[in-house]
């Protein structure tokens, strides 16, 4: 790392656990927290993952603290032998592990809310380094630990999703923030969908306007794609300025792809919608199986707009429950435009609602054929205007298809909730 | 590192872009590279997060080369500007990067096929380090790079999930086994469902014996929890000797919390005991949304088991597809004990199924109340023999909430499916 990087104020987070380098768990809890040091004004320049192991990551964090001024550790505080972080952050400072008395009783008192009797194995849970600033756990039994040195702030998490969430919402980042108030750095996030990254590139054309003021990420997501732009000034007011001319240039070029900005989901966006509408949508899901339900139900409050859904996965349900004909099963076969145009139509029809949206077709790995190989999809939207249907063609993996299809068809949704204006 | 950890034979996983860092987009993409390279007996002893910057791509590989035998870079081959592993790589082993006419030839093909014409942008995805051999991209258009050096092996993939995924498993996991074949290291995951973390270490008791042969990793996932054994002996028979005793170990004292070892869903395991008996399985979700059915649809061949699920969200839903009465709902409210049991038991009845399982619950952040706090939730199984119920209480997130809701669903039939025999 040069000097020259090493004077700008960055974080570094460090991800303890052997299960994470294996893959057996996949590293959210870094996404997160990279998420809050960037809204913070303090974003990582480096990440990185940990073995258990005591002299790795005392190793790890002596490193951390010689390029970063904020280092962020999540996981081993648990009470399992291969939990080592307390004992590295004690040695890296010199501090002594002591049992605390009050952590022993908030931890007693934990087991004891869920009816249970505290095993001993737990008690090191009130092990905690004298010098050391607590950072209290609602949720759990490993209490959070908070170093200030040399203008430094170390902090260390557990792994537990939930606990890490809540000590990095509601303790780290206001923590950073108030240390590192004047670091702010300026980005925004702009939404795209309907559009890929290299045309993309062609549209926006020239960028050196652009680029000399500020820097442009490209973040595609299984057929949506964001791009988060960063001002290059370190001056509050300016950055904003170029944050804003960079906008306008996109604006221009693509305008009508961007959906939202800052982290709203195109789900939420299409609640919105609905809800600013006194509207409600019904889905009917063949191949994605439930996952465009998912991501509608995961928006707060999606029970205001989202009526109900079926996931008509075999013929008899789609013509028991959502009343698509048999013969069309027969004649077109499930993956079919007439089929999805049915599914939707039907759905809003029991349902009642305002809007209905389909989805249809081969998520393999096996299933496909010479004319409808894996991958071919068909999704259609049904309101009181007509219904519209589109034939899509993906790749990938199960999963991936599954992905591709609920962003296809919520993209498809929301291009008709803007085409039919209340 | 110390010169013993060295001496090991290891590899490391670089992941480079900024979009990682900020929490823009989890990585996904280490932990399959992580699983690989586990499974190729070379498991990873270190993985980062590297900006997109040319000089930190440079200089981690250069650090990871001096402590790893196998480096697996993915990020940063693409067509846009911030894209910058190809210099990084060309630089650190002093190749010279050349525009390779066959390689032109294949990107100019694969947007032919897309119905495109290249983009000028594009045309950096045919330059290539003169010296190192090219890894097939069957899904798009950058070129993978592997370099051999001083025993070494350096490969450098495409950060898009689907690429990265394939020459991983295709080309990637293969030549690491084939060079680094003495290096198997035996390990074994058992799946555990209806046991924290805690209580399992109490019904192990001593594990002295044991942890003189294995290391555990404890990996709890939402409810669900696995353990991760590793043998300790770098013998391959020994090893496996040890992985024998430590499996017997646990199946002795909680042997019935194990539904599966390897990476084996709990999904997976229902599809399985339901297509031995020919049976078939409706899903009737109120507060996972969906999510139930999606889990199990993401298990390949899924519609040989699973015939159809609802999504009643609102209560004219439960009434109307699934026969829950209007007087039921007025008087128990939507989340109760009665209603979870007439969900499933109308689910089963209408999609004529052996088996349905419903849940119904508030998943937060609004919708609760005193009497039925956010994380209340009543989960159900119908079959011939009966209906069950069971009452959970989460706390946490919207999204948390749904997932262990969910784990617990399909916990909770396949607790069933086990004690009916068929």
Redesign the interface.
Known sequence: ??DA?AAVCCSE?LTI????????????N???????L?EAGV???????????L??IT?AIRQALARAQVIVVTGGL?????DLTRDAVASCFGFPLVEDAALLTHVREL?RQRG?AM?E??RNQALFPVGARQIPNA?GTATGIHVICDGRHLFALPG???EM?QMTDEYVKPAVQAAFADAQVRTR?LRLSGIG???L??QLGDQTEV?ALV???????HGLL?L?LTALSPDEYEAAAQIAFAEGFIRERVGGHVYATGSTSLAEVIGNILMNRCQKLA?A?SC???????M???V????RW?????????N??KN??LNVPGGMLDEHGAVSESVARAMAEGARH??GTDWALSCTGI?????GSAEKPVGTVWIAVAAEGGVWARHLKF??????I?LRTAHAALSFLYQHLLETRA
């Open positions: 790392m040069s990087t987070i656990g052997d299960e994470i380098l294996r893959g057996d768990v996949v590293n959210e870094a996404a997160h927290i990279g998420r809050a960037a974003p990582a320049r480096f990440s990185s993952v940990i073995p258990d192991d002299e790795a190793e648990g009470p399992t032998p291969d087991f249970m095993p194995t737990s949720h537990v999703a939930i969430r996030t990254e290299s045309h590139l062609e680029s820097r442009i990420a490209y973040l595609p997501h964001d988060r889905t899901e994605t199986g439930g996952l465009v339900a998912d509608l139900t995961n707060p409050g999606a029970s989202f009526e109900r859904g079926w996931i008509t996965y075999s008899p349900s028991e429950d029991r349902a998520a393999g790995p096996t299933g790749s990938g993996l199960r999963e991936t599954k």
